[in-house]
T-cell receptor
Framework: AQSVTQPDIHITVSEGASLELRCNYS??????LFWYVQSPGQGLQLLLK??????LVQGIKGFEAEFKRSQSSFNLRKPSVHWSDAAEYFC?????????????FGTGTQLKVEL | GAVVSQHPSWVICKSGTSVKIECRSL??????MFWYRQFPKQSLMLMAT?????????EQGVEKDKFLINHASLTLSTLTVTSAHPEDSSFYIC??????????FGQGTRLTVV
């Protein structure tokens, strides 16, 4: 069964500082990996995804993530955080073959940005 | 990106009544739609997967008679919470996707049962 672990429940960074949110996954085959962001009372917005190819993927809002198969990780990074980045971030793993459509989400990391 | 619209954004209903939530893919035809439930400060839990024109597949522990899902067209899926009770109060989120593509999420519906 697939699973996702986000070890950090809360993270606080100062505006302008760099950010790294951790994500570890367990999946039996080549995973499809995603990072989503959720603002309070809102749905989820896709930040970036990894299907195949280059292991460093660029997303929206200046975010990037690196797929490391040897570490079963897909950590999200941003060089300089803005106050508007404060939100909940979810890592997810899924498959898109036939009926295997399920996305499994991590428990999320709440990001707080100090001004 | 593709747009998924969920309606209503919030609803308050009396205990024992039924509530219908709509999920529409506005600019694409979704072969599959998903319904999630999210408790405060928790992750999303998949409730069911629906494919257009067929019965929904429910996750273990989700009452299919309680949470009725209809996926009548490639752009619309509905979730009806029947005989709602306070413990059904939650944030419900739908997502829709094309085969081989990522899923796009609606903005969610906050259901409060009083």
């Amino acid at each position: 069964a697939q699973s996702v672990t986000q070890p950090d429940i809360h993270i606080t960074v100062s505006e302008g500082a760099s950010l790294e949110l951790r994500c570890n996954y367990s999946y039996g085959a080549t995973p499809y990996l995603f990072w989503y962001v959720q603002s309070p009372g809102q749905g989820l917005q896709l930040l970036l995804k990894y299907f195949s190819g280059d292991t460093l993927v660029q997303g929206i809002k200046g975010f990037e993530a690196e797929f490391k198969r040897s570490q079963s990780s897909f950590n999200l990074r941003k060089p300089s955080v803005h106050w508007s980045d404060a939100a909940e971030y979810f890592c997810a793993v899924g498959a898109f073959t036939g009926g295997g459509n399920k996305l499994t989400f991590g428990t999320g990391t709440q990001l707080k940005v100090e001004l | 990106g593709a747009v998924v619209s969920q309606h209503p954004s919030w609803v308050i209903c009396k205990s024992g009544t039924s509530v219908k939530i709509e999920c529409r893919s506005l600019d694409f035809q979704a072969t599959t739609m998903f319904w999630y439930r999210q408790f405060p400060k928790q992750s999303l839990m998949l409730m069911a997967t629906s494919n257009e024109g067929s019965k929904a597949t429910y996750e273990q522990g989700v009452e299919k008679d309680k949470f009725l899902i209809n996926h009548a067209s490639l752009t619309l899926s509905t979730l009806t919470v029947t005989s709602a009770h306070p413990e059904d109060s939650s944030f419900y989120i739908c997502s829709a996707r094309l085969t081989g593509r990522e899923a796009f999420f609606g903005q969610g519906t906050r259901l409060t049962v009083v």
